[in-house]
């Protein structure tokens, strides 16, 4: 159970709310790098923390993103003319840098002052790992550029994607901590007795918290003496990563893999989740063709998206596009994909879930953990410190575990040396 000013203080991302003002001292995602494919190409909107953006790629390649208003008149700037390294509002011809400076204003007599005091809200911006990212904070306490693991891999061995969630993205975060539910939830008969991860539904929970968050294990009974040990990484502020090493038995065809998500708010009602995937072996690739399949497999590849969109088919206006006959004989929710069986649950708990009424378990020791790091740091930023987390040096070295071990085995000294980033 969680008070409810704790639950406001966490999901009110907007300027000036506990949780948006800590989530503007990080690195996030603004938008996929392939959403901005051109020089000079067509702007996009983007909407972030509350605030609604433009982004665009200028005449050198480097990405902007600007307030999505002129400052003149409040002109949206989606309608701009993007050209010589900057975007024109076509309503007065107020042309921007990237650094929101405005370097044009045609409507003013030469050598007006006006231009040299004018400016438009500007977010610095970097592209790694094919995301646009961006820092919405204070300038003079910027951190360095983002490095987890998964950003330091090549192209050949790296695959991202992203999807809207209908909802805060507390529920996406605390349903990606939570791995009792993979038991349950994404069970089957195709694979409940071959997936390591649904073999055990009351699995033993161990978190340890780090400088960047914390690791935290399920550690399930695999029978014969042996246990699975499966260790996953939270790192502050929204991402989460897991192991798939032993991978899914069935389909689609194994490939030792790291994946997870970034849950970054929109705004307090929606949010964007990114997903990437990737392998830490020089010598196996992932295959476009891999990651489209395993994209499908979870419910989020290109048919299961409404055209143009970043939507999925199967959402609360469909029901998921349940099949009650399939969760009598073959599936425990009767609704295809993994992400998808997630987005049900976590969508229609509401808009916001109040935690006041919850109940909380032994397993939910990950989620109780989260909340208390995440209201620790939206006070250490209103008095002025560091949250955990910001720097490079804290996380590049995390990376997820997985591994059938002796039940009496000292894993923890095995995973240090094996789960260790190798990018």
């Given at each position: 159970m969680l008070k409810?000013?704790?639950?406001?203080?966490?999901?009110?991302?907007?300027?000036?709310?506990?949780?948006?003002?800590?989530?503007?001292?990080?690195?996030?995602?603004?938008?996929?790098?392939?959403?901005?494919?051109?020089?000079?190409?067509?702007?996009?909107?983007?909407?972030?923390?509350?605030?609604?953006?433009?982004?665009?790629?200028?005449?050198?390649?480097?990405?902007?993103?600007?307030?999505?208003?002129?400052?003149?008149?409040?002109?949206?700037?989606?309608?701009?003319?993007?050209?010589?390294?900057?975007?024109?509002?076509?309503?007065?011809?107020?042309?921007?840098?990237?650094?929101?400076?405005?370097?044009?204003?045609?409507?003013?007599?030469?050598?007006?002052?006006?231009?040299?005091?004018?400016?438009?809200?500007?977010?610095?911006?970097?592209?790694?790992?094919?995301?646009?990212?961006?820092?919405?904070?204070?300038?003079?306490?910027?951190?360095?550029?983002?490095?987890?693991?998964?950003?330091?891999?090549?192209?050949?061995?790296?695959?991202?994607?992203k999807t809207l969630q209908d909802s805060n993205y507390l529920q996406g975060l605390e349903g990606g901590l939570d791995t009792a539910h993979v038991s349950f939830l994404h069970s089957s008969k195709q694979n409940n007795d071959l997936h390591l991860a649904t073999s055990d539904g009351a699995p033993q929970i161990e978190v340890d918290v780090t400088d960047y968050g914390y690791t935290y294990s399920s550690i399930r009974n695999a029978g014969d003496g042996k246990s699975y040990v499966r260790q996953y990484q939270y790192i502050m502020p929204f991402q989460q990563m897991r192991s798939n090493v032993l991978g899914h038995a069935g389909k689609p065809p194994e490939v030792p893999k790291i994946d997870g998500h970034v849950w970054v708010p929109i705004d307090d009602t929606q949010t964007w989740v990114y997903n990437f995937m990737y392998t830490y072996d020089a010598s196996t690739p992932l295959s476009r063709e891999y990651a489209l399949a395993y994209e499908?497999?979870?419910?989020?590849?290109?048919?299961?998206?409404?055209?143009?969109?970043?939507?999925?088919?199967?959402?609360?206006?469909?029901?998921?596009?349940?099949?009650?006959?399939?969760?009598?004989?073959?599936?425990?929710?009767?609704?295809?994909?993994?992400?998808?069986?997630?987005?049900?649950?976590?969508?229609?708990?509401?808009?916001?879930?109040?935690?006041?009424?919850?109940?909380?378990?032994?397993?939910?020791?990950?989620?109780?953990?989260?909340?208390?790091?995440?209201?620790?740091?939206?006070?250490?930023?209103e008095q002025g410190q560091k949250p955990r987390g910001l720097e490079p040096s804290d996380y590049r070295n995390a990376r997820a575990h997985d591994k059938i071990v002796d039940s009496n085995a000292d894993w923890r000294s095995i995973f240090a040396d094996e789960g260790a980033a190798r990018w």
């Open positions: 409810y000013e704790d639950n406001e203080r966490l999901i009110r991302t907007g300027a000036g709310s506990p949780a948006g003002e800590l989530f503007r001292r990080y690195w996030q995602p603004a938008c996929l790098a392939s959403e901005l494919p051109d020089a000079d190409g067509a702007p996009l909107r983007v909407r972030l923390l509350g605030e609604d953006l433009i982004a665009f790629r200028d005449s050198n390649g480097d990405v902007a993103l600007l307030d999505a208003f002129c400052p003149h008149r409040r002109a949206p700037m989606f309608f701009g003319r993007n050209e010589e390294c900057g975007l024109r509002c076509v309503y007065h011809g107020w042309k921007f840098d990237k650094n929101g400076d405005c370097v044009d204003m045609p409507s003013e007599p030469d050598g007006s002052p006006l231009k040299a005091r004018v400016k438009i809200k500007s977010y610095p911006c970097m592209e790694k790992g094919g995301i646009i990212w961006t820092y919405m904070g204070p300038a003079d306490q910027r951190p360095a550029e983002p490095d987890y693991e998964w950003l330091r891999a090549p192209d050949t061995h790296c695959f991202v994607s499908h497999y979870a419910g989020r590849g290109e048919d299961d998206m409404i055209p143009g969109t970043f939507i999925p088919k199967a959402n609360r206006s469909n029901d998921y596009m349940i099949d009650r006959e399939k969760q009598k004989t073959t599936s425990f929710t009767g609704i295809a994909g993994i992400n998808t069986q997630d987005f049900a649950l976590q969508e229609c708990m509401g808009t916001f879930v109040d935690r006041t009424k919850e109940f909380l378990g032994t397993t939910d020791k990950a989620i109780v953990s989260m909340r208390r790091l995440l209201l620790e740091a939206t006070r250490d930023v």
